[in-house]
DNA sequence: CACTCATTTCTGCTCAGACAGAACAGGGGG
DNA sequence: CCCCCTGTTCTGTCTGAGCAGAAATGAGTG
């Protein structure tokens, strides 16, 4: 029973933290939690422990443990001679915040992009043309596929170059002629 | 009285969506909502329309556009001859999208910084040290330390200079020497 | 084939945030 | 100087997300 793994103070602030800045950003607290307990965690955790360490119910944990891996950040790993479920996060910082943000876009982006080509589509067709709505929302869609085309180029590249691209700064944009 | 301006159905699609976006990135409906409103209003509107079109309490727009100036995306304006407060959202897009970043790294991203140096200063001074914790920690630190100092770079840019990057794609890192 | 252990699903409660309506404040204009 | 128009703040209500505990499912073992 109750391996009672206790927090470092530390531990304690940083997962209290991640929890508060889930909920600014649409995540439940509880998953973002979960989800920070497991990022610093030096090994794969069983459900009980998380329950534990974190002091809410088993179900809770369950559930939250399906939508860290519906995220595709939280996957379900074995560990020799236990039968239980152990979960780890991906560890790699670039890569996590990369899935994070390719499922936001699918998620968020693409149906909004969807929508914008649709509104435009049916106000094309409309009786009473209203010009200036439409105006609006083709600079959104316009926005959103330059800097969605834009992040798809980029998440190619490797943290190294991207990091040398920002290391470089504005030296860049001289080279390639696009100085302000 | 009620000027009742309906909304069309292009309009009232959009401004929908745009509510249930806000939810997903942790903003308010109402406040997305009224955002969308003025952001497609051919002109400043005031609270009274707001009210109206929206079908949601007067005190809830007032608070909701206290909130929207708050970000810095709707500022008040006057309309001569009319004594009421009238609101306009930010037009130019990028300009749009680069104030709620500004405002989202110095609400969110920069208070996380500050609390990850906060957490590797007293991991320093712990007596039982935990290298491991402090190794993600740092870990996440350099990339948010590495995209922050990218982004404000970045910022400055024109809109014209960002999307002529973004169509040279992959051109950009080979001539940069940075290829993956 | 029953029993145990692990996990998921179900059900209902709780509480925080969102909201409406009322009360309040103030500032021009008649 | 008073009253009306506008906007803000306050207060109570309500809804839905979040959550705990119970029940159900499943999987492995003796």
Redesign the interface.
């Known amino acids: 029973m109750s391996e009672e793994r206790r927090l470092?103070?530390?531990?304690e602030?940083?997962i209290l933290?991640w929890g508060e800045?889930g909920?600014?950003?649409?995540i439940n607290r509880t998953v973002a939690q979960i989800h920070a307990l497991l990022?610093?965690a030096?090994r794969p955790l069983h459900a009980e422990e998380i329950t534990e360490t974190l002091g809410v119910a088993r179900s809770n944990v369950s559930n939250s443990l399906k939508e860290l891996q519906g995220w595709g950040i939280v996957r379900r790993v074995h560990v020799m001679g236990d039968r239980r479920d152990h979960f780890e996060s991906l560890?790699d910082?670039?890569e996590l915040?990369r899935t994070i943000a390719d499922e936001r876009k699918k998620?968020?982006v693409d149906p909004?992009l969807a929508?914008?080509r649709?509104?435009l589509a049916?106000?094309d067709k409309?009786l009473?043309r209203?010009s200036?709505?439409e105006g609006?929302?083709r600079?959104?869609l316009?926005?959103f596929e330059?800097?969605t085309?834009?992040y798809e180029?980029l998440r190619?590249?490797?943290p190294s170059?991207?990091?040398?691209?920002?290391?470089?700064?504005?030296r860049?944009?001289k080279?390639?002629g696009?100085?302000?």
């Open positions: 470092s103070p530390v531990q602030k940083f933290h800045m909920i600014q950003w649409g990022f610093i030096p560890k910082v670039w915040f998620r968020e909004t929508l914008l649709e509104c049916e106000s409309a009473v209203d200036h709505t609006r929302l600079e959104l316009v926005f330059t800097t085309g834009w180029r190619g590249w490797s170059a991207l990091s040398q691209l920002a290391s470089m700064g504005d860049a944009l080279l390639l696009l100085g302000t």
